[in-house]
């Protein structure tokens, strides 16, 4: 019912330059996939990434995005900004922004409210702390964190978001949730939105999973029936890998 998403968050990595041959590289590989197909790269790569994806079914994402229309805001961009550039995914809230560059909550909300008025698709990104998962907080956590970051929305604009439930303890360090965990904390996650918004709203909206997702593991974590899609740190460096995990129905 859901089409599935994969998205590379490829973080500070790639210069145009590089960005332009790993798009090229990755055009032939996922050119038949059955799933929406985004790369989310540094800003200085937006023109080089436009461009060699041109006609090909690869989506252009932003890794960050400011919640005004314009001003004082040294080294940010505006949704407009990344509209006017092509863009048309924003991953907004990932960990690395809430542990390092003072993310939070309110924050993630006012840049979800500013990039759905300006017509960009919103990855949100959720997710608990190795801590919090033993300490049995996870869910609520999950749940707080998801609907704080969509108030404000209509029924209808929530239903576009996609998410990305990602355990923060599962980023980079290969270590991954089980496929149980995944699906379970997902299911968490729909049933806030269903209690919120409504079972219809909540049975749109694309819930992925990120955390060292890659060609070995994507095939479980896909079979699980809450899990949507997933957000590739690591594994989205490489076309050869990406596209594995893109093709995780092949
Ligand atoms: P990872 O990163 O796949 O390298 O763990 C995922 C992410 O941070 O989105």
Redesign the pocket.
Known sequence: MRKAIIAG?W?MNKTPAEAAALVNELKPLVADASCDVVVCVPAVDFAAVKEAAAGSNIHLGAQNVHWAASGAFTGELSADMLVAAGVEYV?IG???RRQYFGETDATVNKRVQAAVAAGLKVIL?VGELKEEREAGYTDALVEYQTLIALTGLTNEQVAEVIV?Y?PVW????GLTATDEQANETIGVIRKALARKYGQDIADKVRIQY?????PKNVKGLMAQPEIDGG??????LKAPDFSLVVNYDK
């Open positions: 968050n973080k991953v990932h960990s690395e990104c990305a990602e599962a980023i980079g360090t990120g955390g060292s997702m890659n957000l590739i740190g690591g594994a989205s």
